[in-house]
């Protein structure tokens, strides 16, 4: 619209120098406009002129005119009169052509002719003030907006071809006297014509009133339109319609909107939107006296087939849960994803705190089915927790944290279930926030130390190595690795911490190897979370040189749920690992799931029973059986079994007699400082 007003003003100011007068006339003859010739040739203002019907000026010369409009009318080409009048400088002749022009209405050109050759330009055919107005037509039709041109009564003037493309109106129905029908029709393409309607008789009745409006269509097409009046001077003679097509643009504002506040991958409402939406219920909640909850949903090792699969058969996978629970959605209610695999599920206006419960368990049950990804049929589960409004939490904060305290003790449970918040469980995350706090501050403050605990020979007696093992000294007190290791690995300062136990127990072995007759290795345990790293293993090789340690000395033990957290990352740091020559244990053993699997295919060198199978082994024939069965495969496949948690003489007779390697426990030593360790091995420690 700005363009061709723009060009519409250079070409009038163009239109302003030529010598002969321009008067721009509707089809009833009224002037619209009036350019070019001197002001002395007027008998009036151009001002003055502007909206008089030309047929009726004065001075004579109307009915002149009014047959030259009829004869152009008729179509018999330009009409030329010439009349004289008495002007400013005295009596003057002129000569006017007058002809038809489309959309318009007529053209007059009007020549002086009392004066000489040299006080003009070229005729005006010269000139080709039919060329400029074609111009200014094409400047009209060209634009990229759609104008509709209507005088005071509403009654059609022009438009351009954009205006009959863009409201798909043919061509035969404009014309003067087809208002109602062109009406009736545009009526029927809006969304919403009653407003339409009501907005033109709005900007009809304010003559001078502009406006902008989006216009709706049924086809979700969507119109910028301005309306203004159309003036000549200081008066408005009609009103100018413009019509933009911003469908595309409205289209990709949705699209910003939507993606601002919704998963880009499920396509369900993130948390932001998620946040917004919570709000609004508790809001409504506290109004109306009714219960509200939050259900916070994990799926239990997505992380296991993430990595495994890979990401895009993890997406499926999310896009299909995200599926499933949106089929278990009430109306009202709202099911977002929160990142990752976390979702949440936000329940509305519910009379009976128990029903939170039932829609949990509906949860856990749709996620039973196997989900097909690929060539896969996948088992998935969920852990959830639930708060409820106002019990669990007056304001949507409040509400949040309660479900994810609830969540985590559904995962401390062993997943697949659900719990409610309960107070108790704000205390023990208090208790597991402080003592995350001052885990961080004693990694940073070096406040722990590591002790070693003797492994034994079961024939010979010698000592073979020792197990690292690491423990928190906090002032007086020493807290227990059972209480601090789990919280590291949740919040990742197990990677820190567990560098700095490999480092300090391989300098420990090489001092004592290098001050000693004995030849002893160390055995290290490592979390999933650092096997996990791509590049541990050139990280055990640096501590080792740095240590002077050889790497046949280490042994890094793993138990089986840290090896299938990512098997095949897993599978690729031991292998490299057992290249550089370092020894690989598999603890635990006989508490997984599928040990027997694993044992055969990973490359371990050693099986450490645990203490649960050795516990009871003199009392009950069924436990001391399955001693056999561990260590008569263990041999089977080249390895090394080591019995731990050793107590009594009963114990170690049985495990000697079942033909156990080595055994470490209370029985032999207890876990000990490295002083008392140097000490027990008649290691002076002062010597070089």
């Not at 939490?393 to 279930?417: F, P, W």
Request: hydrophobic letters at 40%; glycine letters at 8%; proline letters at 4%.
């Amino acid at each position: 619209m700005a363009t061709a007003t723009k060009v519409q003003f250079d070409l009038q100011q163009q239109l302003q120098t030529l010598p002969d007068i321009l008067f721009v006339l509707d089809p009833q003859g009224t002037i619209l406009e009036c350019v070019g010739g001197k002001a002395s040739d007027l008998t009036l203002s151009r001002e003055g002129l502007i909206g008089k019907d030309i047929a009726r000026c004065p001075f004579g010369i109307g009915p002149l005119f009014e047959a030259a409009l009829r004869a152009a009318e008729k179509g018999r080409g330009p009409v030329s009169i010439e009349y004289t009048l008495f002007c400013e400088t005295g009596p003057a002749a002129f000569e006017a052509r007058i002809s038809r022009a489309p959309q318009v209405g007529f053209l007059a050109v009007v020549r002086n002719t009392t004066r000489g050759p040299q006080d003009f330009a070229p005729r005006v055919e010269e000139l080709d003030v039919g060329n400029a107005v074609s111009m200014w037509k094409a400047a009209f039709d060209a634009t990229a907006e759609g104008i509709l041109i209507v005088d005071l009564d509403g009654n059609y003037v022009a438009s351009n071809h954009v205006f009959h493309e863009l409201w798909r109106i043919p061509r035969y129905m404009l014309y003067r006297g087809q208002e109602r029908v062109v009406a009736k029709f545009a009526l029927s393409l809006v969304h919403d014509p009653k407003a339409l309607l009501e907005k033109v008789k709005e900007i009809q009745t304010t003559r001078r009133g502009r406006s902008v409006d989006i216009m709706r269509f049924k086809d979700d097409r969507h119109f910028e339109c301005i309306s203004m009046p159309q003036m000549i001077g200081e008066r408005v003679v009609g009103r100018v319609w413009s019509f933009r097509d911003i469908t595309d643009r409205v289209r990709a504002e949705a699209q910003t909107r939507h993606d601002a506040y919704h998963d880009t991958l499920t396509g369900l409402p993130n948390r932001a939107l998620f946040r917004d939406r919570l709000d609004q219920v508790v809001g409504r909640a506290r109004r109306s006296g009714l219960n509200a909850a939050v259900l916070l949903l994990d799926l239990d090792r997505f992380k296991t087939i993430n990595d495994t699969l890979g990401h895009a058969a993890g997406d499926d996978l999310l896009i299909e849960v995200g599926k499933r629970l949106l089929s278990r959605k009430r109306e009202g209610d709202t099911i977002a994803r929160l990142g990752g695999d976390e979702f949440v599920l936000i329940l509305s206006e519910l009379r009976h705190k128990e029903d939170a419960v039932i829609v949990a368990e509906q949860l856990i049950e749709v996620l039973k089915p196997p989900i097909q990804i690929e060539t896969h049929d996948l088992r998935v589960s969920a852990s959830i927790g639930v708060a409820i409004f106002p019990d669990d939490g007056e304001e949507s904060a409040g509400l949040l944290k309660s479900a994810d305290m609830a969540l985590y003790r559904a995962k401390e449970l062993g997943r697949d279930n659900y719990q409610v918040f309960e107070k108790k469980l704000n205390e023990r995350a208090m208790e597991r926030l402080v003592l995350e706090n001052d885990l961080k501050r004693a990694i940073h403050d070096e406040e722990f130390i590591v002790h070693y605990q003797p492994q034994y020979d079961l024939k010979s007696g010698e000592m073979r190595g020792v197990e690292a093992l690491v423990r928190w000294k906090q002032g007086k007190e020493v807290v227990p690795p059972a209480k601090f290791i789990g919280i590291a690995e949740e919040c990742g300062l197990i990677v820190p911490l567990g560098r700095w136990v490999l480092e300090q127990a391989a300098r420990t072995c090489a001092e004592i190897n290098a001050k000693s007759v004995l030849s002893l290795r160390v055995c290290v345990n490592v979390s999933a979370l650092q096997i996990q790293r791509p590049n541990f293993a050139n990280e055990v090789s640096e501590i080792l040189q740095s240590a002077d340690l050889p790497p046949k000395k280490l042994v890094v033990e793993l138990t089986e749920s840290a090896l299938m957290a990512n098997p095949e990352q897993g599978s690729y740091a031991m292998e490299q690992l057992k290249q550089m020559g370092v020894g690989i244990a598999m603890d635990d053993f006989g508490t997984g799931h599928s040990s027997l699997n694993h044992v055969s295919v990973l490359p371990i060198s050693f099986l450490k029973i645990d203490r649960s199978f050795v516990e009871n082994c003199a009392k009950r024939k069924a436990d001391a059986s399955i001693l056999t069965a561990i260590v008569t495969m263990g041999h089977a496949l080249g390895l090394k079994v080591l019995a731990e948690g050793v107590e009594t003489e009963e114990q170690a007779r049985v495990l000697r007699e079942q033909g156990c390697d080595e055994v470490q426990g209370y029985l032999y030593s207890r876990p000990i400082q490295k002083s008392k360790l140097m000490k027990l091995l008649g290691i002076d420690e002062k010597t070089p």
